[in-house]
């Protein structure tokens, strides 16, 4: 196989040529030639991808492999075009693909996973005078950052993933910045934010949008990046305790302990993009950040 690689403005088109070979198919010129067209018909429906045409936000994905390097690119197959070649009788046929990417960006084979571990305070407290209903409010926030390492030649793209039950959750790159979401997940929810440029959703549980519950703050999806380099990670929310008191002239401090476990589970997960997790050990409950390095 042999290739070429051309941009249009901001995406990339690669073409390449495949040579469908059936040499040693059959012992006769016919039978090397009968195989060789069921050979190219079969490339051809592969290559036309209808499986993944026919998925929203999902492109076909391309993989590379030169001088050891392995690379992948997003994108879309092209029609083919097979070459009317005398060969073809003998049982060869050059067929030249073109591939269209989403994007000029060539991303590392290989995902990789970061955990952002959420820890709720051990307790807080009113001071008196106390009127009815009660409210407390706190942040809980991630006991460590996680850190992650970005390699390649560009910033990349993470895909955040937070599990209830949690309120309020806000994922950070520490230093760069934050996403927060306005809603409230029961146990076994999540939300994924997925801000690559053939995705660009925020999806709850799969099914239904929850983009218009970003808070005012939080970037635009196409700039969500993770810097090159080392990146740390952080998760937080925000909760709110109601408590009914009947006795309004209480003059005394309140202590009302959050029970230990409770709501701890948002993590942030994924990133297109080659990422290495350095943080310590995360607790089992805890899940993933993924990410690829974008190479040119």
Known sequence: MSGSAGTTGRLATITFEVGVDTVDDAPTQLGRHNANLGAVSTMLEAWDAEA???RFATPAVLRTMQGGRARRFYGRP???APAGSKLTKQGYTPVVCTFACVDSKAYDDVEQIARANLVPPDHYGLVGPLTTPLTMTAESASKNAGEVVVGGTKPTWPVITIYGPISN?????VGRWKAGLDLTLGVGERVVIDPRPWVRTVMRNGNASVAGKLTRGTPQLKDMRLPRGRAGLRAARHRCHRQRVHDGGLARRLR????????????IVQATGSVRDTSPAAPRHSPPIRSS????
């Open 52 to 54: 993944v045409r026919r």
């Open 78 to 80: 092209r029609k083919p």
């Open 169 to 173: 959750p806000v994922c950070e790159v």
């Open 256 to 267: 009302l302990p959050v029970a230990p476990g409770q709501d701890r589970s948002c993590t």
């Open 293 to 296: 390095d974008q190479r040119r």
